[in-house]
């Protein structure tokens, strides 16, 4: 019975450690993951940010977003455990060992006269017949009697000193951490126990197996859904128009399932009729054009149009029902576009290369809808100045950049190149901006990212590329900004969540729509930067035979460029047949709009010899970018052309390609020079 007793005892302890082998470990990530997630909240201050409320403080915004789901469970299974640890230390204290000398009030050893003096005196105090109490009864009877006779009888005495126990050795007993009435299965407490032991060993890993299967099958690593990701596989194609990328787009199966009611026609036909002019219809045959436009599925309908209000910046006018499925939709839509991103760039080819057309829709719909800036905007605006750049601003818009745009400040290169005192009496003068705007202005101005890169391509080990060689590419992304940070927040005010800058770089084609590498870029985790560069040159140089003190001395250098704001950008890519290649780097943000860049990369593809001798090299060309440039016509392909995207090439990029000459060395250093309008080529 005693054994029985003390095996129940220890089911709290058993429970109290099950749970928290997982509850620590987990308790751990949440706090480690919030407390980077604190540092990175670097964001715009400027008063557009500071009155959208995104970043405020206060203390219910810290009560909402603290109180999820996951978080208050945390909540009460550690509170759970906090009642156990409470519960096992009082109920340690009640399980006392037998221990006859301490309950007589004996040191051991002590002689035959102490222990009957110390006993008759516990007599007279808890002896049934001197005290009425039940509690002194079992104590006298339990422990004081009990106690006497073990040490007043000559045997059980040395029992005790010599083993622990009046009776002499103990043998070993084993025993299950369950409470008592689970044991007791001569009763009805067996079916109980049985039941127990199924559920625990057999039902509940089944329910999670059954859980996390479901799950898996469902969604994606990204927690994007298998059925979008096929959607936008089917959906992508090579002559993709960026115009043409949002009908892809909101064909996502999270934006399939939006709740469809019959309560949103009236605002959502009043929405049609504000953003009818951003939707791409046919305006001679817009009667028929608006018919079919309501044809859609009314799912793709309603985010389409809750898209362009975010877009058009007319979120304020919709009615709280909408309200809530416009946040769904916004929320989502950076993972979603990441998603189709990757399904633009993915190897289709023959030749295993993506697709650059589409890739870059993509990338210009993300700085749209984080910025809410109309993808019309994007044409020139006001004479030949790029409209979409200035609308990112505080306090600007259309009549603003008009304005401007009469003082021939025609590109946004122009407008950043210009100095504080400069642009104060440009704004001031013309725009008519307080210096509380100004100081805004320029506030943002700081935040925004300047990007450099230096591009290497090389066979490992040889001195030139020949065709079936793996080219290694190498990268160094380079960020900086005026205000003196790395990573930071993107200013987007009309964005109601927090939102990354990502980076895509892209080393692709431009007159054959080819993708042949791309990697995302992330300025956030330095210390998972840190890790990825020092393996990736650790990796080369070990490969390339190098000593090891050469290669400390690489990785230092490494890590040194990875804490001053660069990120090293690091794969390969098969050797195409022979021939010379005009390739283009870019490095595409996704949040900022006129802060992208592109570089030319002349590269030299010998023919496969059986010899050893390689004396071809890979040649690239100097700087030669422009942004805000017109599209160049494909005789190859039909495209649709509802506006231009300024990532493309055009006939005077080619002329001046090749007039240059090739750099030496096969390597190219490339400054930022993506500002959109920005026309004129770095010589």
């Not at 009155?51 to 299974?77: A, D, E, Q």
């Not at 001197?130 to 006497?148: C, G, L, R, S, W």
């Not at 590329?465 to 990573?487: H, P, S, Y």
Request: overall charge negative.
């Amino acid at each position: 019975m005693a054994a029985s007793e003390e095996n129940s005892a220890l089911f709290p302890i058993f429970i109290l450690t099950i749970m928290a082998i997982p509850l620590v470990p987990y308790t751990v990530m949440k706090l480690c993951r919030a407390a980077s997630k604190k540092s990175k909240s670097i964001h715009c201050n400027c008063s557009e940010c500071v009155r959208s409320g995104k970043y405020r403080k206060s203390i219910f915004k810290r009560i909402s977003n603290f109180s999820t789901y996951s978080n208050l469970t945390l909540i009460l299974v550690w509170a759970v455990m906090i009642f156990l640890v409470y519960y096992i230390k009082n109920m340690s204290r009640e399980i006392q060992v037998f221990d006859p000398y301490a309950i007589l009030g004996l040191e051991p050893g002590a002689l035959d006269s102490e222990i009957k003096k110390n006993y008759r005196r516990l007599s007279i105090q808890y002896h049934p017949d001197k005290n009425p109490d039940p509690e002194a009864n079992k104590y006298f009877v339990e422990f004081i009697t009990k106690a006497y006779q073990a040490l007043t009888d000559p045997i059980s005495r040395e029992n005790y000193e010599k083993y622990g126990h009046p009776d002499g050795r103990q043998g070993f007993q084993m025993g299950i951490a369950l409470p008592q009435f689970l044991l007791d299965i001569d009763g009805a407490s067996g079916g109980i126990l049985l039941l127990w032991i199924v559920g625990i060993c057999i039902l509940l890993p089944l329910v999670i197996a059954v859980i996390y299967l479901s799950r898996s099958a469902k969604y994606t690593g990204n927690y994007v859904m298998h059925q979008t990701l096929s959607a936008y596989y089917y959906f992508m194609k090579p002559s993709l128009a960026p115009s043409k990328v949002m009908e892809v787009f909101i064909k996502a199966a999270e934006y399939m399932e939006s709740p469809v009611r019959r309560t949103d026609d009236e605002p959502l036909h009043k929405l049609f009729m504000s953003v009818r002019s951003e939707l791409n219809l046919d305006l001679k045959n817009i009667k028929q054009e608006q018919a079919k436009f309501w044809k859609q599925h009314p799912a793709l309908v309603k985010t389409e149009l809750l898209i362009q209000a975010q877009l058009t910046r007319k979120s304020a006018d919709l009615p709280p029902t909408l309200l809530g499925d416009f946040r769904r939709v916004l929320e989502l839509a950076p993972r979603l576009l990441e998603e189709l991103m990757k399904m633009a760039v993915i190897p289709r080819t023959s030749q295993g290369l993506g697709w650059l057309r589409p890739a870059t829709g993509v990338v210009e719909l993300s700085q749209c809808i984080i910025q809410a800036v109309p993808l019309t905007a994007r044409k020139a605006t006001g004479g030949s100045t790029e409209g979409a750049p200035f609308l990112q601003l505080p306090h600007f818009s259309e009549s603003v950049v008009k304005k401007i745009a009469r003082k021939k400040v025609r590109t946004f290169e122009d407008f950043r190149d210009m100095t504080l005192q400069e642009r104060a009496e440009l704004l001031e003068q013309v725009a008519g901006f307080s210096s509380d705007k100004v100081q805004d202005v320029e506030m943002v101005l700081g935040m925004m990212p300047s990007v450099t890169v230096e591009v290497r391509c090389e066979t490992e080990g040889e001195e030139g590329i020949q065709e079936g060689d793996i080219v290694t590419i190498q990268a160094w992304i380079t960020l900086k900004r005026a205000n003196g940070l790395v990573g930071a927040l993107p200013h987007a005010p009309n964005f109601p969540f927090h939102k990354e800058e990502n980076f895509w770089f892209l080393l692709a084609d431009p007159v054959s729509n080819n993708v042949w590498f791309s990697q995302k870029v992330n300025f956030m985790d330095e210390a998972s930067a840190i890790i990825a560069a020092s393996k990736a040159i650790e990796d080369t140089m070990e490969g390339s035979g190098a000593s090891v003190k050469e290669t400390s001395a690489a990785v230092r250098e490494a890590v040194q460029k990875v804490r001053s704001g660069s990120r090293l950008v690091m794969g390969k890519f098969p050797a195409p047949a022979e021939g010379n290649y005009n390739l283009t780097c870019y490095c595409l943000c996704d949040s900022w709009i006129g802060c992208d860049m592109k570089t030319n990369l002349k590269v030299k593809i010998l023919k496969r010899t059986r010899a050893g001798s390689r004396g071809g090299l890979v040649t690239e060309e100097g700087p030669n970018a422009e942004d805000g440039i017109e599209e160049e016509e494909e005789d190859e392909e039909e495209y649709d052309d509802d506006y231009e995207s300024e990532y493309s090439e055009d006939e005077e990029d080619k002329k001046d390609t090749k007039k240059k000459g090739p750099a030496a060395n096969g390597k190219v250093h490339k400054k930022d020079s993506s500002s959109e309008g920005s026309g004129s080529d770095e010589e």
